[in-house]
């Protein structure tokens, strides 16, 4: 038993070599952990608080609900004549003011959008990190079990090779006390 439990504890170069590499990865990626965490945790600036509140109020049911039904109003009085018309059927101010409001509100979603991409790509990356640093771990392991298996393999063996001398030596002085008491 203590030949297997030294045998767990021991570890050849190999082992010490890839567990030093995964030490000195480890660091490495606490450090830009923290460099990257502290410039993600910067504060906005006003141009992307900006960005979010209009990505974020045009992306939403309530603006859609709320323009749907401006613009019905918009049309249902200007057919109806209920008020003096001030823009008639082919809607020209209708148009200018979406094209206005589409052309102004098109650069603030693609600067959120684009913010949110670098955020999820530094993420993706960070899970790239881990998801590596995890199968060295697991290669580490899988060759402490294979040299666990091969030395107690080996343990086993001698075991064997010694119980079948034993064997054979009992089985020797049976056959020669069988001989001298026959004789």
Same mark, same amino acid.
């Given at each position: ?23 000195? @990865?480890?660091? +490495?990626?606490?450090?830009r /952990? *923290?460099? $990257? ?9 006003l141009? =992307?608080?900006?960005a ?11 603006f ?12 249902v ?16 101010? @209708?148009?200018? +003011?979406?094209?206005?409001? /589409? *052309?102004y $509100?098109?650069?603030?979603i ?6 949110? =991409? ?7 990356e ?10 060295l ?19 086993l ?5 010694? @119980? ?10 049976l ?9």
């Amino acid at each position: 038993m203590n030949a297997i439990e030294g045998a767990k504890h021991l570890l050849d170069e190999a082992e010490h070599f890839l567990l030093h590499d995964i030490r000195k @990865l480890r660091r +490495a990626e606490r450090l830009r /952990a *923290a460099r $990257a965490h502290g410039a993600t945790d910067a504060p906005l600036t006003l141009g =992307q608080k900006i960005a979010d509140i209009v990505a974020e109020t045009m992306g939403s049911w309530r603006f859609i609900i709320v323009q749907s039904v401006l613009l019905a109003v918009w049309i249902v009085l200007n057919i109806t004549a209920y008020v003096r018309q001030w823009d008639p059927y082919p809607f020209i101010l @209708l148009n200018l +003011a979406l094209s206005f409001q /589409a *052309a102004y $509100a098109a650069p603030f979603i693609m600067m959120s959008q684009n913010r949110q =991409q670098d955020v999820d790509r530094k993420a993706a990356e960070s899970d790239y990190k881990i998801n590596i640093k995890a199968e060295l771990e697991i290669e580490l392991l899988h060759q402490k079990l294979d040299q666990l298996r091969e030395s107690e393999v080996l343990n086993l063996s001698i075991a064997v090779a010694e @119980l079948t001398h034993l064997l054979h030596q009992t089985k020797d002085e049976l056959t020669a006390l069988r001989q001298s008491s026959g004789s």
